[in-house]
């Protein structure tokens, strides 16, 4: 069972340089976020979809965007990486119940992106 | 926006003895609260959840107890083992509001139970 996989699992960067950061569930979910995790920060929300071609944006969106064309999966782009994008980068998906009740989330293994 | 707090940021304990996490959160709405597991490379995974019209629950070795009026929230691992050893974060939310369910996690802590 695959589950929740991200690809590239590691990737250094130049600032300025642009990447994607691809998220693929096959669980056949209706929400898909994505999640920066830095140390003593824990986990907080970058922008998230209840739905194919459907964005919003979460905590900390500033210098990030996102695409669902297609329902299983989830793209974060980095138009122009900075320094403070060095992060470890979670995606994640759950069932859609409307929002009205939360449902468990299902993380990726993690992407880890150095901006030098 | 809802602010969750999370305390100690390290814990050791021996193998067998109990541990115990506590978060407070600022928003009396949550009505949600989750705890997720991380394993060293791996994502996080939800382990136990508790929604406020309950004041505990239990699954095994792990426990989650709510206070409402206090606003806080806490687990409980006992007869810890070394497999425990992971980082822990909690989270709050709110359900009902018709918009998906935007989780506001703790900065965790890290256990360590050692032999």
């Known amino acids: 069972n695959a589950g929740v996989t991200q690809t590239p699992k590691f990737r250094v960067l130049k600032t300025g340089q642009s990447m994607t950061l691809l998220c693929a569930q096959d669980m056949n979910h209706e929400y898909m976020y994505w999640y920066r995790q830095d140390p003593g920060m824990g986990l907080r929300l970058i922008h998230y979809s209840v739905g194919e071609g459907t964005t919003a944006k979460g905590e900390v969106p500033d210098g990030y965007n996102v695409s669902r064309l297609k329902k299983q999966n989830f793209l974060l782009g980095l138009e122009s990486a900075a320094p403070s994008q060095t992060s470890v980068y979670f995606c994640?998906?759950?069932?859609?119940?409307?929002?009205?009740?939360?449902?468990?989330?299902?993380f990726g293994e993690g992407s880890r992106l150095t901006v030098l | 926006g809802e602010n969750v707090e999370q305390h100690p940021s390290t814990l050791s304990v021996q193998e067998g003895d109990s541990a115990v996490i506590k978060c407070t959160y600022s928003?009396?709405?949550?009505?949600?609260f989750p705890w997720y597991k991380q394993e060293l490379g791996k994502g996080p995974q939800l382990i136990i959840d508790i929604r406020s019209n309950v004041g505990e629950k239990k699954d095994q070795r792990i426990a989650v107890t709510l206070n409402k009026t206090a606003k806080h929230f806490s687990l409980h691992i006992t007869e810890t083992q070394p497999e425990d050893s992971a980082v822990y974060f909690c989270a709050a939310s709110k359900d009902g509001t018709g918009t998906a369910s935007k989780l506001t996690f703790g900065t965790g802590t890290r256990l360590q139970v050692t032999l």
């Open positions: 994640a998906s759950s069932t859609g119940t409307g929002g009205l009740v939360t449902g468990e989330l299902f």
């Open positions: 928003d009396s709405a949550s009505n949600y």
